[in-house]
């Protein structure tokens, strides 16, 4: 009579198979992954680029690369955005935007149920463009008091409208002494 | 009745692996980690975490995306409503009313953006060209006043920096969801 094999020959034949130990591999992304997560980056940052000019336009341009076409364009007219926060007591300025020209009249934007009225901004930048196909530059001047958010947006406006080189200016608040006889 | 007898015989023969099939198989999370991490590591650039936007800080928007050109050498600052760090390493340098009314803080801000800008020029090619240009770039809380703008801007041109950047947001609705907030 056969015997079964023995239960010892068995073991041998029949063990699992040898995995290697992954654990330590697994505490090691468990650490990873989270900071890199922590570093990846979502949201998307755009940027704006400047240039500067300090005071009035023919005061100081700033010698940056971007700021070589005003001078080439002398016979266009110089366009500039004063942004306004507040209305001072005289009633010169106003909360909104005032475009000026060179050759017109002054054109007002108010504020509309309490916003800056960016869509009327829009629609005079347009008009510009329009009038002027080969005016690269714009100038901005925001009061001191008018927020930032304002600013990036109204060079965004600017940008949009295809003036590649946008001027940042400090409005200058001048007073005159009146002599008392 | 015959079968099951030789089935119960036959029980030491059946071999065991088929009792630990049911345990979890780490294999392959490792192998979907493992893809993960690979991703995670091409997309992940340190230097890319200096241009992002900081906690506790709103950007304001814009519409389209304009990076920063390629090879600048940028110094960052950074505007929030109650501090001003600049710098890469985010030095402190006071609250905006210490800013605004200390003449001794914009003079160490002025100092440390010249240092800054001229070591940056100081690193040339051979030409004798400076490799970067010194870059400023501005990162403010949509809720700042345009004065400090304004000072930092005119800081960083007495600075040496040729280039200024503003950092923002990508919206390309805004003008839509001003359209709104006006019409109601």
Redesign the interface.
Known sequence: MAH??S?RR?QHR????K?SD?VP??NL?LI??PF??L???V????????N?T?GTSTEKQ????LNSTQGTQKNISEITII?MASQDSLGTTFPGFEIRESGNPKESIGL??G?????KL?AKLKAIRQQYPDLQDISIA????????????T???C??NNFPHIH?K?PQVRYFAQEVK | MNQSKYAR?LK??V???HQ?EWSLS??S??DI??I??VF??A????E??K???PNRMA??????????LEKKGTTVVQIYPDRILIGDRGIYFGTLNEFANDPVKRTEILKYLQTTALQILEDKDEFGNPRTPPTL?IQ????????Y??EF??L??SAYY?????????DTN??QH??L????
């Open positions: 079964p094999p239960a068995d029949f063990s699992p198979p995995v992954l591999l697994m992304f990873i992954i890199l997560l570093m990846m980056v949201t998307q940052i755009a940027m704006i680029a400047l500067f300090q700033g010698e940056g690369p942004i509309v149920n916003y800056y009225d960016f869509v829009d925001p009061y001191d008091d008018v927020l930032y958010d304002t600013l990036i947006k060079i965004d406006l940008r949009e940042y400090a | 015989g030491h023969l071999p065991k692996r630990d780490i294999i999370l490792v980690l493992t993960l991490l995670l590591l997309n992940v650039s340190v890319g975490q241009f992002t936007q950007f304001p928007v814009s519409m389209k995306k304009r990076d920063l770039l403010a809380d949509r809720s700042i006043p345009c004065w703008i304004t801007v005119s960083g041109t040729e280039y200024i950047y503003f950092a923002t947001l990508l805004w003008l001003s359209a907030s006006t019409r109601r």
